[in-house]
Structures are given as structure tokens and as C-alpha cells.
């Protein structure tokens, strides 16, 4: 039976290891397997993260050569997630005599190790073909009935009360911030970005300031505005801190805020205009429904990571503020200025 996969292997490792990853791939290539491996198979001008995505899609499994490096490396938790958020296999070959971060060990769970340390054998490149050769009949299955249709955007405590999972919410935001956020034109760390517990504890207990958009049960782009105090909000404008869990209201009790909107992260495919427009919908009705419920917004601030965002923000009438720590674009106004504003007089009810 033909592969219904482009690739057998996706190839995740870190830069120091290179030389090991070029070696295992040659050797798995000469016993007539297809490896993915960047940046071999990165075309030219296309965009790094996107073509990293799609070769995790259209791999079989994920051979992961594992180490201390590799253990620490932000590109390849990525890549990790990205393959957990698609079910892939993953096969997890250690180098070194190295035990997994808690991070690493949140995406890999119970697993066998190759031990393959301290050099690669073939021995060790034998049983990764045999995995690959057991999985051999068992890609097709049967299609999943469709829960959300869409393109629709839906608060994320709606999905997860209609059965999303938090851990499957939180990888997909993550990758889908991968894919928005490009790491050669920004500086992402565990201190621009947040750490994994972060972004699990951030799903839950600010479901109803978050949104999603959802076109076949998948989530293909995410945002968030979180009110803050004065304090807050003029360390976010300034472009001194990013959001950080500490600055985000107690705003149930009611009261006078002002708020930010971190990002709108999306998949490359609905990065337009209309999508754009239904998340700006969606922010001024929840900025409508909150001041309905004593909850009142004054200064409003967002961060832009490409052109047509920006274009957007100042089209509705923000105003450049400076680079956040991650270099994104800061741009801020005020509620009021908002309403009196054409595009969104109608929505925020002016």
C-alpha cells in the first residue's frame, strides 16, 4: 500500500547535534526511507515556520535525536508540539545520558527510549524502521464527523464546555503563536513568550477573555484581551514588559479597567481582512458586553506581529507606541476615540 505521507521521518534536533542528524538521516535515506530535515527541505522563500509545520503534517512519525541541547532548544519543543497537536508518532532517540525537562516530558509522556549514546548504531536505526514498518496499514482511518463547521469564532469557554481539551487548546495556541510570531524577526523566549505552565494555567482560568477560530473542529487562529489597572497598561505601552499573568484584573467584581490585547495569532491560510474584521467584531463585543455588566475600559493597547494587522489597527485608529520586548509593534488608543471612530462607531454603540 502507497504512504498516503510525503515523508516517513520528520527529523527534530538541535543545531549542536547537526552532525548526528545529518548522519542518522543519511543512513535511514539509504535504506529507502524519506526523511524531512530542515533546512534541506525548507524551500526557497517560503516561510520557515509554516514549512516546518507542513513537514511534521506530512511526515509519518517524528524522530526526535534527543540531548541536553535539544532538551532546551525553543525550536524543538515546537516542533514537538507540533507533532503531539497532530498525533504523530514520536520516536524519541537520546544521544546522551540525559533525562527530559518537565516541559519535554508534558509533550513525550510514557514512551520507549533509544537509547543510542554513546554513538548511533545501526542497530539503533534498525528499530526505528521497524516502528516505521509497523505503523505500515494503519494511517487510513475513518473520517470524524464535524462538531464546528465554521469559520466561526467562539469564546474558549464555550469549547471548552462543548468538549475541547484545555492541553489540546494550549498546544495549538502555541504553535499557532509559532506560526504568527517568526522567531528570525522576534526575539521569543520563556520570558517574551511564557513558560508551558504559563499558557495550560492561562487557557483555564481566562477562558472567558480569550477567543478562537474554529473551521472544521480545528483551530486555526486565537486572541485575547485581558483588563489591567493604569500601572499595567502603561508598562505594556511604553514597550517595557510583555503580558505577564500578574498585570490581568480582577475584574468581576465590576469596575473601571484599562485593556490589552496581546496578539491575534493565525494560521497562515486565514491570515485577511475578513478574518481580521470577525476578531475586531468579537473584541467590541466583549468590550459592549462587559461595560453592559459594570465592567468599564478606557485606554485599549494591542501588539502587531505582520503588515496587515497593522495596516488594520491603524485603520480603526490606533496609534504607534513602540516595540514590546519580543520587537512586536505596540500600538495604543482609548475606548472613547474608538466609538467615534467610523468602522467602529456601529459595533462599540456609538
Not at 109 to 126: I, K, N, Q, R, Y
Not at 158 to 173: C, P, Q
Not at 184 to 195: A, P, S, V
Not at 314 to 323: C, I, T
Request: hydrophobic fraction near 40%; charge should be negative.
Amino acid at each position: 500500500m502507497e504512504s498516503i505521507y510525503k515523508y516517513d521521518l520528520f527529523i527534530s534536533y538541535a543545531t549542536e547535534n547537526a552532525d548526528i542528524a545529518q548522519y542518522v538521516v543519511k543512513q535511514i535515506e539509504n535504506r529507502g526511507k524519506k526523511c524531512f530535515v530542515a533546512p534541506r527541505d525548507i524551500r526557497t522563500g517560503f516561510d520557515y515556520a509554516s514549512e516546518i509545520v507542513n513537514g511534521i503534517s506530512n511526515s509519518q512519525a517524528v524522530l526526535l535525536v534527543f540531548s541536553s541541547k535539544s532538551d532546551k532548544s525553543a525550536y524543538v519543543l515546537r516542533e514537538v508540539n507540533s507533532a503531539v497537536s497532530r498525533n504523530k508518532t514520536i520516536i524519541p532517540l537520546r544521544i546522551e545520558n540525559f533525562l527530559p525537562s518537565e516541559a519535554m516530558e508534558f509533550y513525550l509522556g510514557p514512551c520507549h527510549w533509544l537509547d543510542a549514546f554513546p554513538e548511533v548504531l545501526d542497530t539503533h536505526l534498525t528499530k526505528v524502521l521497524a516502528i516505521l514498518d509497523c505503523m505500515k496499514g494503519a494511517e487510513i482511518s475513518a473520517p470524524k464527523s464535524v462538531r464546528i463547521e465554521g469559520p466561526v469564532i467562539l469564546d474558549v469557554a464555550e469549547l471548552l464546555e462543548t468538549g475541547y481539551d484545555k492541553k489540546a487548546i494550549t498546544m495549538r495556541e502555541i504553535e499557532l503563536d509559532y506560526l504568527s510570531v517568526p522567531t528570525d524577526k522576534y526575539n521569543i523566549n520563556d520570558d517574551t513568550e511564557g513558560t508551558l505552565e504559563s499558557w495550560l494555567d492561562s487557557v483555564q482560568e481566562y477562558a472567558d477573555t480569550a477567543c478562537a477560530l474554529i473551521k472544521d473542529d480545528v483551530i486555526m487562529g486565537y486572541s485575547e484581551i485581558y483588563p489591567m489597572d493604569a500601572e499595567s497598561f502603561d508598562l505594556l505601552a511604553s514597550g517595557e514588559s510583555m503580558v505577564k499573568e500578574e498585570m490581568i484584573a480582577l475584574y468581576g467584581f465590576t469596575g473601571d479597567f484599562d485593556a490589552y490585547i496581546p496578539i491575534i495569532a493565525l494560521d497562515p491560510a486565514y491570515v485577511k481582512q475578513d478574518i481580521y474584521k470577525e476578531f475586531i467584531k468579537w473584541m467590541a463585543g466583549k468590550i459592549s458586553s462587559w461595560e453592559k455588566a459594570g465592567i468599564r475600559l478606557h485606554r485599549i493597547g494591542i501588539t502587531v506581529y505582520n503588515s496587515l494587522c497593522e495596516k488594520y489597527v491603524k485603520l480603526l485608529g490606533f496609534r504607534y507606541s513602540g516595540l514590546n520586548p519580543a520587537k512586536g509593534k505596540v500600538y495604543v488608543s482609548s475606548v472613547e476615540e474608538l466609538k467615534e471612530n467610523g468602522p467602529l462607531k456601529k459595533l462599540l454603540g456609538k
